[in-house]
């Protein structure tokens, strides 16, 4: 039984500590993205995932962060990491249509 104590004692050290990055979720659903806007931290992660039954793509041609995710289908998702404060305006190459915004805060 005492073996147990010092793993539980681990896990709630773990908890108490400040996140370091989070990861975000935006959907790809009925030709838009499921947020216009998302507002995150300096090196945090988000995570776009196809809903739709048809290919989407995902990139970015800001200064502050250039990716292109490329293109994928239903139930695919790609992440990327946003490592500067700023505006960055996100598209889908295949639907011109679809623009969101990523707020990246210090
Ligand atoms: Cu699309």
Redesign the pocket.
Known sequence: MKKFVLPIASILLINTLPAVAAEHEVG?KN?AFTAKELRIKVGDSVKFTNQDPFF??VYSLSDLKTFDLGSYPKGEFRSVVFDKAGKIPVE?A??PN?YMDIIVEK
């Open positions: 790809q030709k989407h793509n889908c295949i639907h679809m």
